[in-house]
């Protein structure tokens, strides 16, 4: 089981040539995912350039119902460049992702809603959606937040300062 590369085709904060890269497989309207949330800004915020962090979608649908319209809404977002604002607000108003809080999102980060709206429904968006959930089936998800450190499943406590310690001890 290994992770695939970053490539083009992923959000990506930080820099290529960080000494450890921080993979995120998931899901919007998870209650992990968003405890989590927070976690991953501190991590970033506290290791500045030598991190490098991917969000992969990974929407549970079964589970969490608005979960693939979250994903296909920064998916559209990110077609206007504005992946990163849509994903962070979607984390941040996690209790209302139904389709009209989606539209008046894209309105409250400068989306051209009418192009968001199309961007939403294309085969390129869906598409995008469907590779990172193969990639996440490829390595074997089973549940979200999952994490990826330099290509190696994380397997602790991500909570508190573990993921932090986790990525130091790389360092």
């Keep these: 089981m290994s992770l695939e590369k970053v490539s083009a085709a992923d959000h990506v904060q930080g820099s290529a040539n960080a000494p450890v890269t921080l993979v995120e497989y998931g899901d919007y309207q998870c209650p992990y995912c968003g405890q989590a949330y927070p976690i991953v800004k501190r991590v970033q915020q506290e290791l500045g350039d030598k991190l490098r962090f991917v969000f992969r979608n990974y929407p549970l649908p079964d589970l969490h119902p608005h979960a693939l319209h979250a994903a296909l809404a920064s998916e559209a977002a990110g077609q206007q460049g504005k992946f990163w604002e849509m994903h962070d607000l979607l984390f941040e108003q996690q209790r209302q ?36 959930i193969a990639s996440g089936d490829a390595v074997e998800i089973d549940s979200v937040p999952t994490f990826f450190i330099n290509g190696t499943f994380f397997d602790g406590n991500y909570t508190g300062t573990g993921l932090l310690n986790a990525i130091q001890k790389v360092l």
């Design 97 to 132: 992702l139904d389709d009209a809080s989606l539209l008046r999102y894209a309105q409250e980060i400068g989306l051209d809603v009418k192009k968001f709206e199309a961007d939403f429904a294309t085969k390129t968006v869906q598409e995008k959606v469907k590779a990172d």
